[in-house]
């Protein structure tokens, strides 16, 4: 006997509670899915806002270091980046977009990628948020 066979012969009662089950389970599984979607996006904004605000840190602190081309301090600045967990590589890049200082918490990571023109303020791209923030002198780049 195929199901929709058992489902014609079914009384009322079960059909309406069947339906009732169904819309209900739906329902739930609609509603799950809006609060993970929610909570993903909730998640990534505060990721981009945290890191953008430690990448403005970075950039106004790591100025002097720049500015009179001390590469040891610059990569102490960034050693204190260790404390974060979610940062893998951070880089500080010269005005002509060499990298001056980087770090990486992990000796195997990949290394900082080249000069980020073409990166946001906080953009993602293969599940990594990539954070750029100018280092500025007098609002000149250095």
């Known amino acids: 006997m195929s199901w929709a066979a058992r489902y014609r ?3 009322i009662r079960h059909k309406l509670r069947l339906i009732v089950m169904l819309t209900v389970g739906a329902a739930l599984i609609v509603a799950c899915g809006a609060i993970l979607l929610y909570h993903y996006y909730t998640l990534r904004d505060s990721l981009r806002r945290d890191l953008s605000v430690l990448a403005e840190i970075t950039a106004d ?3 002097a270091a720049l500015s009179f081309a001390d590469q ?3 990569e102490e600045l960034l050693s204190g980046l260790r404390e974060k967990r979610s940062i893998v590589t951070a880089a500080i890049y ?3 977009g060499r990298v001056f200082a980087s770090y990486r918490r992990d000796p195997s990571a990949t290394a900082p990628p080249s000069f980020p023109s073409n990166i946001n303020r906080g953009s993602f791209k293969n599940d990594r948020l990539y954070i750029s923030q ?5 609002h000149q780049p250095i």
């Open 94 to 96: 010269s005005v002509d």
């Open 72 to 74: 040891k301090t610059a």
């Open 134 to 138: 100018p280092i500025l002198l007098d």
């Open 9 to 11: 012969d079914l009384p």
């Open 61 to 63: 602190n790591s100025t």
